[in-house]
């Protein structure tokens, strides 16, 4: 099978990373009998520097006639003097609405082999963490109406939540869906006690919930929920939330399993979907061969598995990350006592040599 995936490398560390994921990928092909083909594509920062825009019209044409997208990072310092609209972080935002992206997956795993760079207690690490988290990706506040004015207190901004009951259930069904692969549980978080948008959201998860009668649902206030992260991670399998509270929540949980540069994420709907680490552009690491490149690489697991119907090619790629994790291999950002201290290159070096053992 040959399969076309467009790839932006962005910005900072992500040409790094992406690069790695790529030859990972390269040698799934071989050995299971795959070509991908690989696009190159403008975004970010690095866009705005050659065409004066985050996302070229170009770059939106080709990710749009691709089998699915795989992204690094975009943004930096050099550009956080930009407007908003100006920002790299747009191009972002113009993707996931040019290729109807509703759907964010966000897996939070805590490998046992690292147990200890998890910044809780020991007690609470050792019952586990194994979490995904479904962000709505394309509504809510973020891209609700927004504006400013003056008032007889000076200058006031106002952004907008606004959901719609189908963009509400469209996105619960995805949730269902997961959590009926999984352990059948599925955690609602929203603030249902104070926002009417919370309250149209949660009444339309209940309803979807009447098609899953497999799937015990409940539900958490968003300010519960980032406590009960912290106190019992355990108890959670799905959590289904909302653009705004997603973003903050999937941030918490990447940092409870032990670093950022660990996990994934795919961003899911009508299109071919496009997979990215939750990690960002880090500048500062850019060019030192010290970038964690494990959360693209397991996001190009991601890419084979919910793109393109490859499960056993997605778990191969997992279940050699896990092997090498396991060899006691670290990049910086997960080093600790007694590890062997590896960079980009070298851990991507060594992964790869784990897809080529039968």
Known sequence: MSYNIALAPGDGIGPEVTAQAVRV???????????????????????LDKYGEPLPEETVKICKDSDSVLLGAVGGWKWDVL??????????????????????????????????????????????????IVRELTGGIYFGDRGRKQTDLGEAAWDTELYAWDEVTRIAETAFKLAEKRRKKLTNVDKANV??????????????????????????????ATMQLIREPGRFDVIVTTNMFGDIISDEASQITGSIGMLPSASLGAGGGMYEPIHGSAPDLAGRNAANPIATILSAAMLLRHSLSLEEEALTV?????????????????????????????????????????
């Open 83 to 132: 407007p908003g609209d100006k920002r790299p972080e747009r191009a972002l935002l113009g993707l996931r609405q040019a290729l109807g992206l509703y759907a964010n997956l966000r897996p939070a795993l805590l490998f046992d082999a690292l147990k200890d760079a998890c910044p809780l207690r020991s007690d609470i690490a050792a019952g586990g963490i194994d979490i995904m």
């Open 318 to 358: 997992e279940n050699a990350v896990k092997a090498v994790i396991n060899d006691g291999y670290r990049t910086p950002d997960i080093m600790s006592e007694g590890m062997k201290p590896v960079g980009t290159t070298e851990m991507s070096d060594l992964i790869i040599n784990k897809l080529s053992v039968d």
């Open 195 to 224: 926002l009417e948008s919370s309250r149209l959201w949660r009444a339309a998860v209940l309803e979807v919930a009447k098609k899953y009668p497999s799937v015990e649902l409940d539900h958490l206030y968003v300010d519960n």
């Open 25 to 47: 990928l390269n040698e799934i092909g071989k050995r299971f009998g795959h070509e991908f083909k690989f696009t190159e594509v403008d975004a970010g920062g690095v866009a």
